[in-house]
């Protein structure tokens, strides 16, 4: 073994019910390098991250620590070997305040054995400064934005004095600003000597920030390259075993029609939405572009009941509903993936089934009692239509990829029948194959005449799916962008006040 190499993972292999879904996997991990690890959704990627962070124990192979053999049990041990990860799904407690989050498990006694609550508010100011945030310590969790939830998950991942640091698609809820404060503190933490295992799905991430890449496809290892030894389209071909086509489908604007199934007039809520009006016509995609914070997803809840308005209105195909909660909006055939996969989408002790039919069961009730043997017809259909990935339908969600939840999470929303669907971030964290066959999907929706709203912090998301664009600022709609003018530097004008309507 190199003097250099810190963590030298040797013939890993791992297995879910006896499906084997990694390969007696070899890598190693050299002292302040930054290693990105890269694979479509059910590659491995996150099963072997999770084995060097103990939470899950490997089938078989070994571990070594500077040269040593470890034996990783579990997440507090692989703490105290000064490994910590900042995983891609929160693991924050929402009704604890910031600096409570940042030192749970770590937190700072004074000799009579109480909490040194100033000592932890002033190193966590400390480290959400480095961060360039403006994140009170005091603020509860349950009142963060997605973003700012990931800083504070850095943020507890730099107090344990890591030798090895995991980030699991840190980028993916981040704007280009607090994206490229990350990779300051990437790079300073590779100076000082630390070592980053890098997940992503944005390659030209890996290419900006990593050294070496290691590509994983069907649980096995196809290959570490040096970066700069490779570009963007060899690592994606390397990750499906194939060349890589255009993935967004032709634009389809001779489909959308002149009626309005949804209209928004001067949508209000305190401090998030401000005299917002919007309106989506009949087999149109609509985006709503604009920088973390901007209030898109503010508004979408609102329109789906999840947010109590302050004043505003909704039309659904030129009528006025009143939409105090999201089953009168699910009646009213609107349907919406929330950008909070895990937290508001999908349960993840349960079966496939039983997530895809959790909102829509009265439609499987015969004679007082629920037809199972229906509800797995339906599931399978589902999985077909989606090409989900699982050994069983009987698997519980936690054991599926993050791409494959989002398909079960996509057929529990298709299984209410809805003519209207809200997409929030449709593809967070989702590999390039994924993303698709999503992209087909939504077409395909298009072309049966459903009108959907995307939201996404991916403009080539926004730009190669929709028909018509509201760009938001400060809660406020600023632009409204149509054909040509559907392109990166028009929405970043309106989106930053360069240009307003």
Request: with cysteine; glycine share 6%.
């Amino acid at each position: 073994m190199n003097d250099n190499t810190v963590l030298n993972i040797k013939s890993i292999s791992k297995e879910f019910s006896k499906v084997k879904v990694l390969n007696n996997v070899s890598l190693s991990l050299k002292k302040g390098e930054c290693l990105g690890l890269i694979g479509e959704n059910g590659a491995g990627k996150s099963t072997l991250i999770k084995i060097i962070n103990g939470i899950y124990y490997p089938s078989g192979g070994s571990l070594e620590l500077e040269g040593k053999p470890v034996d990783i049990k579990d997440s507090h041990t692989a703490k105290s070997l000064g490994i910590s990860m900042v995983p891609q799904e929160f693991n924050l407690i929402p009704t604890l305040n910031v600096f409570e989050n940042i030192f749970l498990g770590n937190e700072i006694k004074l000799s009579n054995g109480l909490l040194d609550k100033i000592e932890m508010r002033k190193i966590a100011n400390n480290l959400l400064d480095q961060l360039k945030t403006n994140i009170s310590v005091e603020e509860k969790i349950s009142q963060l934005s997605v973003a700012e939830k990931q800083m504070v998950e850095v943020s507890k991942a730099l107090i344990n004095d890591s030798k090895i640091i995991i980030f699991d698609e840190p980028t993916t809820t981040l704007t280009s600003h607090e994206i490229e404060v990350l990779f300051e503190l990437i790079r300073g933490l590779k100076e000082a000597g630390v070592s980053l295992v890098f997940v992503s799905h944005k390659l030209h991430e890996v290419k900006e920030i990593c050294e070496r890449v290691a590509i994983l496809r069907d649980g096995n290892l196809i290959c570490v390259k040096n970066v700069e030894d490779v570009d963007e389209q060899y690592m994606a071909q390397q990750m499906v075993g194939r060349e890589i086509t255009k993935i967004f489908p032709q634009k389809r604007d001779s489909l959308v029609g002149d009626r309005s199934v949804l209209r928004v007039e001067k949508m209000n809520l305190t401090r998030k939405v401000i005299d917002a009006s919007i309106h989506l016509k009949k087999g149109e995609i609509l985006g709503l572009a604009g920088l973390v914070g901007a209030g898109r997803t503010e508004l979408a809840e609102c329109i789906m009941g999840l947010r109590h308005k302050k004043s505003g209105e909704i039309f659904i195909n030129e009528k006025k509903v009143d939409i105090p909660n999201p089953r009168v909006a699910i009646n009213n055939s609107l349907a919406y993936i929330s950008e909070d996969r895990q937290g508001r989408g999908i349960h993840l002790i349960f079966d496939i089934p039983t997530n895809t039919t959790m909102i829509s069961l009265k439609k499987y009730v015969k004679n007082c009692l629920l037809d199972k043997d229906l509800i797995h017809k339906k599931s399978s259909e589902y999985i077909d239509v989606f090409n989900t990935k699982a050994a069983s339908l009987k698997n519980a969600l936690k054991f599926l990829s993050g791409g494959n939840q989002q398909k079960v999470y996509l057929a529990k929303c298709m299984d209410t029948n809805p003519e209207i669907l809200i997409l929030d971030e449709p593809t967070r964290g989702i590999d390039i194959n994924a993303k698709s066959e999503i992209y087909q999907f939504i077409s395909e929706l298009q072309e049966k005449g459903m009108s959907i709203i995307v939201i996404s912090s991916e403009l080539e998301e926004i730009i190669g799916l929709c028909n018509r664009v509201y760009v938001l600022r400060e809660g406020k709609i600023c632009g409204e962008l149509t054909g040509e003018d559907i392109n990166e530097e028009e929405i970043m004008y309106y989106a930053t006040g360069v240009k307003v309507m």
